[in-house]
């Protein structure tokens, strides 16, 4: 039972909009790059988790606070009277281990020890289940999901599930007799309801609307869709085709993630789609989506409240 699906970070999600519109300065290309992969790691778990049983509860991107600290579960499991912390690495490549130190190879470039960022979320969690009135054991492990993952000096007892070990380790798991009881339940809502939107501490770049390249980039290879026919643009380069509807709203999407405190009117997204469509379709578009306000030029577009 997944009480908590997972969706790409905030951060990432403006980065990936930022990269298509500019070129990001190389530290926050690598950041993009570091997201990207580390969230194509913990969908490639989510879809391992996909046959669990239903008693199982899953929790996907807790970003919770715990003593005025705030940390982040990948993936927690609730399965009985225990709760499993998984932290998901997408790590490629050869790694060491040495006088516990994490090192990359061949470069021996040292990296942050997974383990120390588990075992705080750990205590972190555990302070906050404290809080909410649960006192449940906690199994915490690091989970390696890339194949192409390799770890050497790596001691017998380490917390960690490897790539070759990753299939009899869920199999094991799935068959642990567990029930789903209105306890458990209660506990996923109320971490749910403890989950904040947003990290406080996001790293955002600077950047303006004038360096922005406007334009429809295709959702798929993120090149700019040029070519308007009844009603679909279609992508020169890999020939996905799209409904022009569906374009301008996600288009409106992505002005709205990047520009937060802009108002949206026809004029603001005609521009931001680059004269691809003409201001009478982006008025049809928005006026069938979102709440107009105010009258003539004056006027702009706010989201429907359900």
């Not at 009985?80 to 997408?90: A, H, P, R, Y």
């Amino acid at each position: 039972m997944n009480n908590r699906p997972r969706f790409e970070s905030r951060e990432l999600e403006l980065l990936r909009i930022l990269s298509r519109r500019l070129e990001l300065p190389l530290k926050e290309e690598n950041q993009y790059l570091f997201l990207q992969k580390g969230f194509e790691g913990e969908l490639h778990f989510d879809r391992e988790l996909q046959n669990f049983p239903d008693s199982f509860i899953i929790l996907n991107d807790l970003l919770l606070e715990s003593s005025n600290t705030h940390f982040q579960i990948d993936t927690l499991l609730i399965a009985g009277s225990t709760l499993f912390v998984f932290e998901v690495k997408n790590y490629e490549g050869d790694y060491c281990i040495e006088n516990e130190r994490w090192y990359s190879l061949p470069s021996k470039i040292e990296i942050k020890n997974p383990l120390l960022q588990l075992q705080r979320c750990e205590t972190l969690l555990r302070a906050l289940l404290k809080e909410l009135g649960f006192h449940l054991p906690i199994k915490s492990h690091l989970i390696f999901i890339n194949p192409g993952f390799q770890l050497y000096q790596a001691p017998l007892n380490i917390p960690a599930v490897f790539p070759p070990q990753l299939k009899r380790f869920l199999e094991k798991l799935k068959n642990t007799p567990n029930v789903t009881t209105s306890r458990n339940m209660k506990l996923a809502e109320q971490l749910n309801a403890r989950c904040l939107k947003e990290n406080p501490y996001m790293r955002k770049p600077e950047y303006n609307y004038t360096q922005l390249r406007k334009g429809v980039p295709c959702d798929s290879c993120s090149s700019f869709l040029t070519s308007l026919t009844q009603g679909y643009l279609t992508c020169g380069e890999c020939g996905l085709k799209e409904k022009a509807d569906t374009a301008i709203i996600r288009c409106v999407n992505e002005y709205k993630v990047l520009f937060p405190d802009r108002k949206i009117t026809t004029k603001t997204i005609v521009d931001w789609c680059g004269g691809a469509f003409s201001e009478k379709t982006v008025r049809r578009v928005l006026s069938r989506k979102y709440i107009i306000q105010g009258h003539g030029k004056y006027s702009y577009y706010t989201e429907q409240q359900n």
